[in-house]
């Protein structure tokens, strides 16, 4: 398996031809075949439950297919543990990361490997970070990395290995804008070096910068298999959903902002480390969406938290009149859902206790399920209500906790990445659902690490530094660079308040 | 280089038909292995097996025998599984069990000249109360201040088992059997016997009528539904604003009464006296109860007449020389290859000879990029 590195496209690293796979009577994958070519970075695209991530399982040896064939470096293959294909040169960065957090860096690179964790591995770990420009402490612990470090040690990880093809699925769904950057200069560094990348992504935007190659899923087929260069991103969107649905958010419009419903003094949490509230204030008023950006772990998750009311101050005060406070939290299936329980029981948590589901005692399951029907129906929701939701995909899971949490136009929402993970046309269905809440005089607090997305529904934006609220930026002063110099604490960016 | 030519391939998902037939494969083969210790304990299994069934489902007393030990196991089974569904494990099912048949005593020799069947209510009451409030010692500091009910749970059985042993030593002994590890016995009308003649006895009806009362607690009321979102994600309980501390205290005295209940069965059904040994290690056997219903409560009568039928069948082969600890044998077994089953449920078996480029054919469990 060496990388022979001819530069051109006729010989495939990898075909998987054929493939197929079934949950039950549901066809996920239906005979996709796709070509992984060296020095190239391939784009797979699709909407949430086009079977992405099954497909990548099927190559990595975690699934078997049901049918089809798997062809590496000219040889037919059959995997039948991740550890097969990885032997082949296969290997995948999930979006939950396998690593070891109480284990330091070497420790991690090196599990499962013949080397040892001595001054050798960290000397080629050094290396192969410097070729991509990665900082990675070799001797830290892995659980004192921030998340965009720890996805490098994944990284290298692999390329420790000399793996020649990297599959990564949603790389980005949990990075800033500037990390995000620094993958693609990263991952186009690996497919230079001859190697071949493979990376799932629903933000377009990144996909025509960096993709030389796009692959389109929709309901488990192919239905775009071609060169990225001349693509942008509507014909993208048009190829994932296969017809004109608006993509793009309506122009937020100018609404009367009301009275304050909810503000925060000073307000501190208890804890360690940099992901804690330090003083943070700040104020919401009925009508107004109001965003915050910052570097993850800037205190953006407690202070989510705080203003839902699910966490306690240490010290400053937390006033509030309102009693319906809906919150979208960061960590869908970790949070907000019960994956061993049913999508009909999932989208009641909220009201199973109030007299909207029927008497003060008792549970009807016919009940429950018929009152899942609507939501399932109005937010796609990809499967019946007795389904259990850890059975669902990722983008899947959102719907639920969106459904659940916007269904009843709460007086306040606070929405904490809500639309990671999920395809163009869902993102824009969620963005409309909280506009429409602030058109309904509720007040909206939205946490995105997507600051496209701040920038088009917020009517101000806070940036978030060490705890606090740094800055406040009105959105029509905002603008993407303004607001990463704010994030990363720098004079120039408070200038232009 | 390959060894064996089996290799293990992980299933995406294990169907439901699946796991249900886990518990079944695992008797199975508790059987076959437990075959193999008979064979070598040079007795025919066959002619073992068959003794242990004739004696436990195979005669009017036998029946009567089974039902009468599934009563306890039912219901130490119940107050073990309700625990686990807000994973909490209750390991003093023994002692709450001790203290509700010390509970249905009081009232027995407080009330010796009420009617039977009033007795017997106030009695089954006591016995609820007094297991629940046990249970509640441990529940209430784990509830507070998070401490581990695991080893509080535990070491409440070993404090119940002197507390029985004062009262049938001390206020309560028998003046005709003085020094005797028993109480003066309950008054007759307190007995409980065989229900209309049959073979069915009044506490497996009892217990399993508390298994479909409790059956119907978690999947239909609402105090029900917050218990599995609990049990299911404690993040997202806290994320509801449920109130964990309350449901964690009031799923502990539902689970003490339980056990009181059995309490109250073995007193009225089998003792009829106050004695430490009335609890005979069924709050442990309930863990194993609970652990083959797996996460279905309606499956625990059935299991617990099963591991009753066992034990009873146990003893019947000490008529043959053998010692009834092969019941414990085949129990162990049972529980072993549940576990197995249950790693193994997650992988396909396969076969073949031809070899993959690997260096070995064998499947790391904790394969993949970890
Ligand atoms: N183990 C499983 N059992 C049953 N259905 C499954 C299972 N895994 C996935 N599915 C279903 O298969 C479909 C495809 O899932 P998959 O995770 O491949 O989607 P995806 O394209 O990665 O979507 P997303 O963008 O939301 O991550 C979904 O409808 C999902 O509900
Ligand atoms: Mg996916």
Known sequence: MSSSNTGGPEEPFLRAAGMTKSFGSKVVVDDVTINFFPGKILALLGENGAGKSTLISMICGQYRPDSGSLTVHGKTCTFRSPKDALKAGIGVVYQDFRLVPPFSVVENVVLGTRSRPNRRAAARIEEIAAELGFQVPTHALVQDLVVGQQQQVEIIKLLFRGLDILILDEPTAVLTPQQSSQLFTALRAIADSGKSV????????????????????????????????????????????????????????????????????????????????????????????????????????????????????????????????????????????????????????????????????WINPKTLLAQAEPLIEEFHIPAAASIKVSALSGGGQQRVIVAREVRD?????????????????????????????????????????????????????LVMVGGEVVAEVPRKEATRLSLGLLMVGSPDGEASQ | MKLLPIYLQRRAAISSRRAALLPIFAIATGFIVGAVVLWFSGVSPLDAYLEMFNASFGSAQGLTATFIRAAPLILTGLAVAIALRMQLWNIGAEGQ????????????????????????????????????????????????????????????????????????????????????????????????????????????????????????????????????????????????????????????????????????????????????????GYGYTGILVAFLAGRSLLMIPVVGIFFSALIQGGYSLQAQGLSSSISTVLQGLIVLFILLGGVAATYRFRWSWTSSNSSSGMVNLNSGAR
Not at chain 1, 263 to 281: E, I
Not at chain 1, 429 to 454: C, F, N, P, T, Y
Not at chain 2, 143 to 172: C, H, K, M, Q
């Open chain 2, 97 to 280: 069990l001790l203290l509700g048949s010390a509970g249905a005593t009081f009232v027995f020799f407080t009330w010796p000249n009420l009617p039977g069947p009033i007795l017997l209510v106030a009695a089954a009451v006591a016995a609820l109360i007094a297991g629940a409030l046990w249970a509640l010692i441990a529940a209430i500091p784990r509830a507070t201040i998070d401490l581990n009910e695991i080893i509080t749970t535990l070491f409440l059985n070993y404090i119940a088992l002197r507390l029985v042993s004062f009262l049938v030593y001390g206020p309560w002994q028998d003046p005709g059997a003085i020094g005797f590890a028993y109480s003066k016995p309950i008054p007759p009308q307190g007995a409980m016997g065989t229900i209309w003649g049959t073979d069915l006895t009044s506490g497996v009806v009892l217990s399993i009528v508390c298994v479909a009362i409790t059956w119907w607690g978690i999947e239909r009321t609402r105090w029900g539904f917050s218990v599995k979102i609990l049990g299911g994600n404690p993040r997202a309980g806290a994320y509801l604003r449920l109130n964990a501390k309350r449901r964690i205290i009031s799923i502990m005295a539902i689970s003490g009464a339980i056990a009181g209940m059995a309490g109250f069965i073995q007193l009225t059904a089998v003792t009829g006296r106050l004695q430490p040994d009335i609890a005979a």
């Open chain 1, 409 to 461: 136009e709460p007086r306040i929402l606070v929405a904490s990445q809500p639309t990671r993970g999920l395809d163009v046309v869902s993102s824009t269905a969620v963005r409309e659902h909280l506009l429409d809440i602030a058109d309904k005089q509720g007040a909206v607090l939205v946490i995105s690490e997507d600051l496209d997305e701040l920038l088009e529904v917020c009517d101000r934006i």
């Open chain 1, 198 to 361: 493979v990376f799932v992504s629903h933000r377009l935007a990144e996909v025509v910068e960096s993709a030389d190659h796009v692959t389109v899923l929709r309901g488990g087929r192919v239905v775009a298999d071609q060169p990225a260069h001349g693509l942008n991103k509507s014909d993208l969107a048009l190829l994932m959903v296969g017809d004109g649905i608006a993509t793009t958010t309506r122009a937020a419009r100018n609404r009367p902002v009301g009275h304050s419903v909810l503000r925060l003094k000073n307000a501190s949490t208890a804890g360690q480390g940099r992901d804690v509230l330090n003083g943070a204030s700040l104020e919401l008023h009925a009508g107004e969406v109001v965003g915050v950006a910052g570097v993850s772990g800037n205190g953006q998750r407690p202070l989510a938290d705080v203003v839902a009311g699910i966490v306690p101050l240490t010290s400053g005060t937390r006033e509030t009149q309102e009693e319906r406070i809906a919150y979208i939290p960061e960590d869908r299936l970790g949070t907000g859902l019960v994956g061993s329980m049913t999508i009909a029981q999932n989208l009641q948590m909220r009201d199973y206790r109030s007299e909207k589901s029927g008497n003060p005692w």
